[in-house]
């Protein structure tokens, strides 16, 4: 087998879409939550990348009662690992929203109030 005359820089470079990263990222937050509450919506998120950093922010809605911490730490670790072993991008921050907690109570009453 002859020798590859193109060495490592001379081969070009792999770049990978924000938009790409960040489809990765809320799969990641949805992995984390294991289930969407009923009536909400599925975790999103966004990511601003330099280099081989992906910083990124996660969206989602939450079940009502939750640990809050126990939960948002639990996203922010899985979505670190998952950005970093499918793109072997480093993530030093991931920003957790929750836009909305959704009680049982909401979800079986769907205009939210009770008539009497």
Known sequence: MAADPVGPAGRGATTIADRVVAKIAA?????AVEAVPPGGSKPHASVVVQ????RVSVSLELGYPVDLGRQCGAVRSHVMRRVRE????EVPEVTVHVERLHSPRTAREPSG???R
């Open 51 to 54: 280099r081989d950093i992906a």
């Open 113 to 115: 109030r009770g008539l």
């Open 86 to 89: 499918l793109v072997g991008m």
């Open 27 to 31: 799969r990641a937050a949805r992995e």
